[in-house]
């Protein structure tokens, strides 16, 4: 019995030095981005540079848009939080691709871009509270056929297809639509015309100003992607219209690390902060017009309460 108890022993001592050898202390497991960021004194910051007016590259090279100032503002506050004035900004390309990757593998501590919150993506990343309460819009050539124009444009009954209000599948066999690949877009767009069984090609496109050139050079007869590019992408030429309608509701977050409680409460507590200052207001005219009752609603009802 003696030398049982003491065999056991032995074990017991191995396997507690080999996990003390393999495992992190548990104050390694439990740091986050707000240790990191103490440590380093810097922030590394991902964006879209094709995304305007979310996040884009303007013409000095530099990060810009309005995701972007929001998360100027998370820095602003991690400053004050951790007492490092002197913080430090990285700002790193990121693409429709790569952007959930190099989060996840810690290359960005916050993507200040253009993505929409689902369910799948919650399997990658954690997101922010809203930041912008977007959708699917479609892009077409100022001189589309009438016919195109008034399928997309139509909604149907209680009981028809949301895609389109008439069946025009005829004019539709014929139509090529473009898409950013690993978007939203492209998933809603490959679902709807499974569901009614439109024939129409779909070309997938690398990013937004590929697509818009697709449509431009009439390579394309539509572009879907998220509205607000659209509109922006559209402003400087005539030849482009975007769709009133909006075919889907979405929200638009900053996306971080999952697990990340700490970074995520800054996050949140900021932008709640933020969205009750008169200097919110200005910067979201700045990029999307003064905000309408709808807009307003929607950030009074996603701010959290202190």
Sequence with gaps: MDRSLAFISR???AIAAFACFVLPPASALAAGTLDAVGKSGKLTLGYRTDARPFSFKDESGNAA??????????????KAELKLPALALNW???TPEDRFRVLAEG???????ADSVTLSRRKEVSFSIPIYLGGIGALL???APFGLTKALSE??????????????EQLLVEQTFAVVSGTTSEKVLA??????????????????ASGVQAVFERKANVFFGDRPILLEAAKSRGELVVLERRFTDEQIALALKRGDDDFRLVVDRTLSRLYASPEFRAEYAKWFGQPDQRAAAFFRSVAQPE
């Design 11 to 13: 074990v017991a001592l």
């Design 65 to 78: 848009g309005y995701s972007v100032a929001l998360c100027k503002k998370v820095a602003d506050q991690l």
């Design 92 to 94: 790193v390309p990121v």
């Design 107 to 113: 290359k960005v501590d916050l993507l200040c871009a």
């Design 141 to 143: 050539r100022s001189d």
């Design 155 to 168: 909604r149907a009954g209680p009981s028809g297809p949301l895609w389109r209000g008439t069946p025009t």
């Design 191 to 208: 679902d709807r015309i499974g569901t009614f069984q439109l024939k129409a090609k779909v070309v997938p496109v690398k990013d937004y």
